[in-house]
């Protein structure tokens, strides 16, 4: 069965430092993979995917994120935070969206 | 603006009780979602729907009834049979067939006195 690992619970970084958030997937098969973020009180909004092609992809709000199937890692990446950044992100792993799987969150903090 | 209304944003319900929440899209997509989301455990699928009048339970579907007579509606009955209902509950659609993206709706905080 697929499954999705956030390591880490809560991250705090500095306005205008980097920011890595880990994810890391078990599925048998090639996966299709996401990451979203949700505001507090609010739905999830996409940020990226990933189904094949070239494994660094874009998305929006300046993020980032890098396929390492070596790995089975699908790490989420911003050279600069911004204050608007702080909310909740989470990794979604799913071939069919019958069978998404969600990671538990990772809850950023950005320090002034 | 083409989406997802969730509604109510906010519901109490007393125990016994069954509550019902709704969600609504005019995206024209096919299939439907249910999750439920509890602090520090992700979301877990409730209930979904590919197409009308039909359903398929998710990983915790007890406590919980759908129905889908239209396709641009999908509402959750949260029963008394339901022992922990304080959540936080949001709905999704689907475009089918085409990729596999969720577009979720604002969500719903049920919580029980």
Request: glycine letters at 8%; aromatic letters at 12%.
């Amino acid at each position: 069965a697929q499954s999705v690992t956030q390591p880490d619970i809560h991250i705090t970084v500095s306005e205008g430092a980097s920011l890595e958030l880990r994810c890391n997937y078990s599925y048998g098969a090639t996966p299709y993979l996401f990451w979203y973020v949700q505001s507090p009180g609010q739905g999830l909004q996409l940020l990226l995917k990933y189904f094949s092609g070239d494994t660094l992809v874009q998305g929006i709000k300046g993020f980032e994120a890098e396929f390492k199937r070596s790995q089975s890692s699908f790490n989420l990446r911003k050279p600069s935070v911004h204050w608007s950044d702080a909310a909740e992100y989470f990794c979604a792993v799913g071939a069919t969206n019958n069978d998404m799987r969600f990671g538990a969150g990772t809850r950023l903090t950005v320090k002034p | 603006d083409g989406g997802i209304t969730q509604s109510p944003k906010y519901l109490f319900r007393k125990e016994g009780q069954n509550v019902t929440l709704s969600c609504e899209q005019n995206l024209n997509h096919d299939a439907m979602y249910w999750y439920r989301q509890d602090p520090g455990q992700g979301l877990r699928l409730i209930y979904y729907s590919q197409i009308v009048n039909d359903f398929q339970k998710g990983d915790i579907a007890e406590g919980y009834s759908v129905s889908r007579e239209k396709k641009e509606s999908f509402p959750l009955t949260v029963t008394s049979a339901q022992k922990n209902p304080t959540a936080f509950y949001l709905c999704a659609s689907r475009d089918t067939p085409g990729a596999n993206v969720l577009t979720f709706g604002a969500g719903s905080r049920l919580t029980v006195l």
